[in-house]
């Protein structure tokens, strides 16, 4: 395996090139980053942003050097507009540069891959969000989990990006026991050891018991059929005490029923000191966990830490 780290730019009209650039000063002794994006497009925007980086274009993976440059393994964007009016030209440069990281982490080219923010709205529509889009092209579509992370504690929505009023649809024992196998397996495989996991229930204080609420029928149950499967987890808790200093320091994942049931409190919790891990692809693949921040482009005052804690990860868990 290459000892190469892969940035993907993702979307263009974005604070990426600013954290991108950020990050790889405070890393470039590591010289073994590559972006994959299009050159032109983030030579104009670092310079734009007056931050003075060394930059070479490459056009095949194979000329990759270790350099004091910042490497970019030029993407073609097939349109001359990128910005506002040019969506669908976004959208292919964005998913062939997701295609080139896919190959080069499938034939192990490089270590895993980083990919910058993305707007979903210039993303594939077949596809509500990258990690569903990369758990297609990997076949365990339905067995992915996304889980957001630091050293202190995870998060994983059971549920990713769906509407609220899917979300009870969803739910069921199949997926509880698919997407909990799939974050114990893949967490002993990073960490080293179990995770101790505490699971929530959907409904405000538990549906208050009632016998044939979804904690009751389902999650319940689940929990049950688990534990006899050696996994260590236990709830369902309600959601409004979930992240009270007990749970957060005797657990190590919360597991919530929809996205922001988790992710809303984490993120007031911590931060920026996050990032976002796809578990159960064939390869790793992270994301800082945060969007493109367009309020603030090209004013340089981006905050690199999360894409920083990506990049150290991935160097954690193959040194």
């Known amino acids: 395996m290459k000892n190469i780290i892969a940035i993907i730019a993702g979307e263009p009209n974005s604070i990426n090139s600013e954290i991108i650039i950020k ?17 032109s497009i983030l030579k104009k925007q670092i310079l734009n942003l007056g931050i003075k980086v060394p930059l070479v274009k490459i056009d ?9 440059q910042l490497t970019i393994l030029d993407v073609p964007i097939k349109s001359r507009s990128v910005f506002k009016d040019g969506s669908s030209k976004v959208s292919n440069y964005i998913l062939d540069s997701f295609e ?3 190959d080069l982490a499938l034939k192990k080219k490089i270590r895993g891959f980083i990919n910058a923010s993305i707007d979903k709205r210039n993303f594939n529509n077949q596809y509500p969000g990258v990690t569903e889009y990369l758990a297609k092209k990997n076949g365990c579509n ?3 989990v996304m889980m957001i992370h630091n050293k202190k504690l995870s998060v994983v929505p059971l549920t990713t990006h769906i509407s609220i009023k899917d979300v009870t649809n969803k739910i069921s024992y199949n997926l509880i026991k698919t997407k909990m196998t799939t974050l114990n397996n893949f967490y002993l495989k990073l960490f080293k050891r179990k995770p101790r996991i505490a699971i929530l229930g959907l409904n405000p204080h538990n549906g208050e018991n009632q016998f044939n609420s ?3 029928r389902i999650i319940k149950p689940a929990i049950i059929k688990l534990k006899k499967q050696k ?3 236990n709830g369902p808790f309600p959601a409004d005490t979930a992240f009270d200093k007990e749970k957060i320091f005797f657990y190590d994942v919360i597991v919530g029923m929809y996205h922001d049931q988790v992710l809303a409190p984490f993120k007031a919790l911590y931060g920026f000191d996050a990032i976002n891990l796809t578990l159960g692809l064939k390869y790793l693949r992270l994301s800082p966990d945060h969007g493109t921040a367009e309020d603030i482009i090209g004013l340089n ?3 690199p830490q999360s894409l920083i804690a990506a990049i150290n990860f991935l160097n954690k868990m193959y040194d």
């Open 23 to 39: 990050a790889w000063k405070k890393k470039k002794k590591l010289k073994k980053i590559l972006i994959i994006g299009n050159y």
């Open 60 to 68: 095949r993976f194979e000329e990759f050097k270790r350099q004091e």
């Open 100 to 102: 080139i990281a896919h």
């Open 142 to 144: 339905g067995k992915e």
């Open 214 to 216: 979804i904690e009751n």
């Open 231 to 233: 996994i260590n987890i």
């Open 301 to 303: 005052k981006a905050n």
